[in-house]
Structure formats: structure tokens, C-alpha cells
């Protein structure tokens, strides 16, 4: 077997599970990520805050050093860098670390509102989990393969809540709180998704019984959405697993088990 170069080696730590090596650096980085959204909340908390604010920055400070260092790394150990960095999550990795950096060049007590707001895109970091979730994979291919049917599904719900809205404006008035038709699909979209802020209450008899058959409605179209993903995911299963392999030239993932090429550039994978 040749000796692999450091940037190969690399590559395989950082972008792959399947070494012990690999798995240690996703276990480490996972914990880094669920402390560094510990540290959002607690800083959000004005008692903690003020209380313990340098252990709270010292900390944000290690944690934002670290997490540049690992994007840094993950820039130079794939072959086109770019596709790594406007990838999905490379953005991810870029949003959550730059707000501690943006600190230095936004001084002054008039944009402290607007570092609150920087501060607050550091949450992206949990997007960052789901690159270490596998059944994740699976979801989000569930969810492109019924993405179509979601949509026929999405546009029947709006034509529906558009009716009857129209109709409990016609029933109930003005003098019951749907002044509008607007107001009354709004009134018809709370009441189909079972949220029920009740601040508008069909008051007539026939009003109150159009109202009761939209919320049993409500829990059937629940199920519809989840019935169509669950159905792609079963296909999903069905078909050859993916593994972690993460082409050293693209980035590109997904690929299937024992796969040796890049479906995407080509390229041969480490495996």
C-alpha cells in the first residue's frame, strides 16, 4: 500500500466516519458544537450573563478559535476548495464563526443591538450536527423525492382554507369578529393547523359546526405530509445504503456502499 500524503490523511479524519481516527474527530467536534449552543442560551440569560460574562467570553472565544481552525482545515483538504465553502455546509461553518470576529470591526454602544442579532447566528452550529446524523441523509432525500406531492398537497390546503374562509365570512359577519376575507382565512388557516390562538370565535350555531368539522379536518391533513415522506423513506430503505465517503475533489457525498468513483467528478474515492 503506498503512503498516503497529510492532505489524504486529512481528508479521511475530517470528512470521514470510518476510522477510529474519524470517529474520535467527529465525537470531539460534536461535543465543541453542543457546548457552544449551551453558551448562546446561558449568554442569553441577562442573571448568567452579567454574572459569569468572562468565563462566558473566554470560552465563546476557545470554542469560535477552534471551530476556524477545523474550517480551515476542511478549505485545504479537498482538492477544489470552493466547493466545499459555497456547499451547504460550508456556509453553515462560515455563518456560526464569523459573529465572535465581527465584534472587533462593529464597535460602539449604538450597534450593540446589531452584535445581539450577529451574536444569534451562532446557532447555526446545530445545523452542523446533521451533518453527523445519518438518518438525516435519509429525510432529506425523502423529502426532495416528495417534494412534488407536498406541493399539489400545500396548494389543495391553501384553495381549501381560501373557501372556507370565504364561507365563515358569509356565515359570521362582521359583527363576529371575520371583518374581512382575508381576516376569515386567516381565521381558517389557525383553526385547520389545530394552533386555535383564539382571537376570532365563530359565535352562530352553523358557524361553530363548519368551525368543528375544519379542526377534525385538521388532524386527518396532518397525517397526509407525513404519510408521502414515510412512504419515499420505505422505498429509501430499500435501496443500497450510502456511506460517509466524501469525494477528496468535490466534496460531494453520498455515495453508495463500496462505491470507488466520484458519481459526480469522477475521482477515486479513498476506499
Known amino acids: 500500500m503506498p503512503k498516503k500524503d497529510w492532505k489524504t490523511r486529512l481528508h479521511e479524519i475530517i470528512y470521514e466516519a470510518e476510522t477510529k481516527e474519524g ?12 457546548a457552544s449552543v449551551v453558551l448562546v442560551m446561558l449568554e442569553s440569560v441577562q442573571s448568567i450573563n452579567e454574572k459569569y460574562y468572562t468565563i462566558l467570553n473566554i470560552s465563546e472565544w476557545i470554542i469560535t478559535i477552534l471551530f476556524s481552525i477545523e474550517y480551515i482545515l476542511r478549505v485545504i483538504s479537498i482538492k477544489k476548495p470552493f466547493s466545499y465553502i459555497f456547499s451547504f455546509y460550508g456556509i453553515i ?15 460602539g454602544s449604538h450597534n450593540l443591538i446589531a452584535l445581539r442579532a450577529l451574536r444569534l447566528l451562532r446557532v447555526f452550529r446545530i445545523l452542523k450536527l446533521t451533518r453527523y446524523v445519518g438518518a438525516s441523509n435519509k429525510l432529506i432525500i425523502a423529502l426532495k423525492a416528495s417534494k412534488t406531492k ?9 384553495i381549501l382554507c381560501t373557501i372556507l374562509g370565504t364561507v365563515m365570512y358569509i ?4 359583527e363576529n369578529g371575520f371583518t374581512n376575507i382575508p381576516k376569515s382565512i386567516y381565521w381558517a388557516i389557525v383553526t385547520l393547523t389545530t394552533v386555535g390562538f383564539g382571537d376570532i370565535t365563530p359565535q352562530t350555531p352553523f358557524g361553530q359546526f363548519i368551525a368543528s368539522i375544519i379542526m377534525i379536518l385538521g388532524y386527518a391533513i396532518i397525517a397526509i405530509p407525513t ?32 462505491a470507488k468513483h466520484c458519481y459526480n467528478c469522477g475521482s477515486k474515492l479513498h476506499s
Open 23 to 34: 470517529k474520535l474527530f467527529d465525537v470531539i467536534l460534536l461535543i465543541f458544537i453542543l
Open 93 to 107: 461553518d462560515f455563518l456560526s464563526t464569523i459573529p465572535k470576529y465581527l465584534s472587533f470591526i462593529i464597535v
Open 150 to 158: 407536498i406541493a399539489v398537497f400545500l396548494f389543495f390546503v391553501i
Open 171 to 174: 356565515i359570521e359577519g362582521q
Open 227 to 258: 404519510g408521502i415522506v414515510s412512504s419515499e423513506m420505505t422505498k429509501n430503505n430499500q435501496e443500497i445504503e450510502d456511506n460517509t465517503e466524501v469525494c477528496p475533489n468535490c466534496a460531494t457525498e453520498h455515495h453508495k456502499e463500496n
